[in-house]
């Protein structure tokens, strides 16, 4: 059978794709409409001033009927000023959330307790919506900015903190510029070998106009491998080199003060029934008492003295320990002079005899030998940078073209000020009150020197430089670390998508007191605020059409 035409078949009207307003928008434009219909001269009909709005009629009236209710929350969300509360509100639980410590159903549970889920979509769908529209502006934020800054950026010599972290089975290569805090590499591989950390590293430092020039980690083989494909100096980190003593010592003395302790309290246990007994009436069965007793006294009392010579063993290793944490800066943190490496050599070997000694007497295992023999290398690699560091330390100074005097009060004063001031934050309370005097006196010199403020000023930016080169830890690696790993437990995993997300809003959100986030202190430059730039920017989830949780709604419905 024929067709009756030859004609194609179409449509009588193309669909309209649906426009999506924000709620500032909306708002702004009911506030608008009712002026116009409202106005004295010049009335128009509200067909007439929808039409001029750019909006259906149907929509403005169901806008209208929508908004005009007597709640007073309703009326002020109703607002421009309360549309942007709602706005701002809702992006920062978002953010809250989904980059602090709580998720998708955290956020349900803030809308309906906070009463917004009348107002904001609050079903599962439509939040992940939501979320995945604010992770495709991150990441495009973070990627444009990046790029912006980078072409700004004066040339850096930088030092890098390398580690990984483990979660299923995959390494996560982690870098870290260590001065700025600014992730670089933040990725989960296939391996960690030397290759794959160059073939990152390389890759993500191409577009950055920044040199490696020191490689702050623990003793791994691939990082030193790594540091010497980019010919950076590789630091051995001091956590590990003290952490391989506890695992040494530690753990073994620890038992070992408590075995005394708690055979010094049977000991005691043994005595009171003893003295608990009555007293024999024959005088030889009354004499075999009397020397039991004594002989068990006698044994209390070795037991005890045992006792207090493996805590007072115990004290003293852990007391050393912690002592090579304050050996190991360029100054004496007593008298702020600055040291030697032979002299820090000296100290450190100190320590390490105290150690062994202690180590001997306790008649510790083989292993825990050897594992103060590796610390022991490890401190000799830290010994062997600190003597590096002096010798950039003098070139520096060289190139400065200070008088005698000059680089006497640079020494003196300017670099030990500069150095205390850079480690302040990180010291402990105790220590602080220690150092208070010194502090106030470097402070003193500084003020009183017979330079101007100017010249003064120029030699603590360069105290400041000289300063940040010397790196002894890794610790904003490790803390990342911990970070990801609550990440993962709390997402059950972390896609790459969903990483990259949260390393960019470490490097262009998180700020420290003084106000500036990762990649300000690192490319010298400010940005525009990320989350700022997602409130105006990202559109959040409209309001419901009905509210199942709500009791009312569902006994309606």
């Not at 409202?38 to 001029?52: D, G, Q, Y």
């Not at 991150?138 to 010599?157: C, D, P, T, Y």
């Not at 790196?471 to 709390?490: D, F, K, T, W």
């Amino acid at each position: 059978m024929e067709p009756v035409s030859v004609s194609i078949t179409e449509n009588a009207t193309k669909k309209r794709s649906k426009v999506h307003r924000s709620r500032p928008e909306i708002v702004r434009k009911v506030i608008a409409f009712q002026e116009i219909v409202n106005l004295t001269h010049n009335k128009r009909s509200c067909r007439e001033a929808a039409h001029f709005l750019e909006v259906p009629n149907a929509t403005m009236q169901f806008w209208m009927k929508r908004d005009n209710n007597n709640e007073a929350l309703g009326q002020f969300f109703s607002t421009p000023p309360g549309a942007d509360f709602l706005q701002r509100n809702v992006m920062a639980v978002m953010k809250l959330m989904k980059c602090g410590p709580c998720g998708i159903r955290g956020m349900q549970e803030y809308l309906l307790n906070s009463g917004l889920s009348y107002f904001v979509a609050s079903s599962e769908g439509a939040l992940q919506d939501f979320w995945k529209r604010c992770e495709d502006y991150i990441l495009a934020f973070g990627e444009h900015e990046e790029k912006r800054l980078a072409v700004r950026m004066s040339h850096k010599k930088i030092t890098a903190g390398l580690d990984e972290m483990f979660r299923g089975r995959r390494p996560c290569l982690v870098a870290i510029e260590v001065v700025s805090n600014y992730i670089l590499v933040e990725k989960f591989t296939s391996d960690r070998k030397e290759e794959t950390w160059n073939k990152e590293l390389h890759d993500r430092i191409q577009g950055l106009n920044v040199t490696i020039v020191q490689v702050v980690s623990d003793l791994c083989g691939a990082i030193r491998a790594c540091a010497k494909k980019f010919s950076a100096e590789h630091i051995p980190e001091l956590f590990h080199a003290q952490h391989e003593i506890c695992k040494a010592v530690s753990a073994p003395l620890a038992s070992q003060a408590r075995a005394a302790e708690q055979a010094a309290s049977k000991a005691e246990e043994k005595i009171k029934k003893l003295s608990q007994k009555p007293l024999r009436l024959i005088k030889a069965e009354r004499k075999q008492q009397e020397c039991e007793l004594k002989e068990a006294i006698n044994n209390h009392n070795q037991l005890k003295i045992e006792g207090e010579t493996k805590r007072e063993r115990q004290a003293a290793v852990s007391s050393a320990i912690k002592e090579m944490g304050n050996i190991h800066h360029p100054i004496d943190l007593k008298t702020g002079k600055l040291q030697t490496a032979a002299t820090m050599q000296k100290r450190f070997n100190g320590q390490f005899q105290l150690i062994e000694k202690r180590a001997q007497a306790a008649r510790l295992t083989q292993s825990s030998i050897e594992r103060i023999a590796k610390a022991k290398r490890a401190f000799d690699g830290i010994i062997n940078y600190i003597e590096r560091f002096f010798i950039f330390y003098s070139a520096f100074l060289v190139g400065l073209q200070l008088t005698s005097v000059q680089e006497n009060f640079f020494h003196d004063v300017i670099f030990p000020f500069m150095y205390l001031k850079m480690i302040w934050r990180r010291l402990p309370k105790k220590t602080k009150i220690e150092l208070q005097s010194l502090w106030k006196n470097l402070e003193t010199r500084i003020r009183d020197a017979p330079w101007s403020e100017e010249l003064k000023g120029e030699w603590m930016i360069k105290g400041k430089e000289v300063a940040e080169r010397f790196q002894r830890s890794s610790s904003c690696v490790e803390g990342r670390n911990g970070a990801l790993s609550l990440n993962h437990h709390r997402f059950h995993r972390l896609n790459e998508r969903s990483l990259k997300a949260l390393t960019i809003m470490h490097n262009f959100d998180a700020r420290r007191p003084d106000g500036t986030t990762a990649a300000e202190r690192f490319f010298g430059t400010r940005h525009e605020n990320l989350f700022e730039s997602l409130v105006k920017r990202v559109v959040i989830p409209g309001r419901p059409q009905l509210q199942y949780h709500n009791r009312k709604a569902r006994l309606a419905a």
